[in-house]
């Protein structure tokens, strides 16, 4: 099987939305663990309601929390980390040795880096009356947001929307195309095996 670790900071809509296509037998992948930096996350209730097992980060210093993590998911046979609204940066230690990808709710390179997430990218894309914006999967490198994209999908802004419209319409939009890009790294381990 095809294990998928989730990084999650947050509500965890992303991370429910592989539950649900794992379930609906959409996607053929188990999710052996959910990891969070946040003891509030949302998240983490989800993955406990899915039977996911859940990791919290104790370290609060990067490097620190590079090395706990690699120790901590040696013990797991992954093929793939999703950064699922997770909030830290990834180190060294986890790039050298693991495939992780992010989702990001913009067109990047627009509207990435530190502090651009979540609700803060909608409400800059409001604010600079942008016609399009989007959501963009990419593998993850020692910067935010700055890998080599994978697909992007455009979502149009509409004049009425709200930063929270458009979230939701980029966040539908990003659920699509995580499960379609999830789908495609499966079928393509599966021919290679
Ligand atoms: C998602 O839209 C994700 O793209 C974004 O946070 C949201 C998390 O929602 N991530 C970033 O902005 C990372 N730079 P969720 O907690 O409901 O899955």
Known sequence: MYNIVVFASGNGSTLQSIIDAIS???LEANIPLVVSNNPKAFALER???ANIPT???KEKDNEKMDAEL??????????LIVLAGYLKLIGKGL?????????HPALLPKYGGKGMYGMNVHRAV????D???????????????RGPTIMQTSVKVLPTDTPEDLATRVQT????QLVEVLKSFVQNAYNIK
């Open 70 to 79: 690699v120790q901590v998911l040696d013990k797991y046979n992954i093929d």
């Open 55 to 57: 990791y919290l980060i």
């Open 24 to 26: 609906e037998n959409k």
């Open 95 to 103: 790039l050298s040795k693991y495939t992780i990808i992010n989702t």
């Open 47 to 49: 993955a406990k309601k």
């Open 131 to 145: 016609d399009y914006s989007g959501v963009t999967l990419h593998y993850v490198n020692s910067e935010y947001d």
């Open 173 to 176: 939009a990003e659920k699509i």
């Open 126 to 129: 409001i604010a600079n009356h």
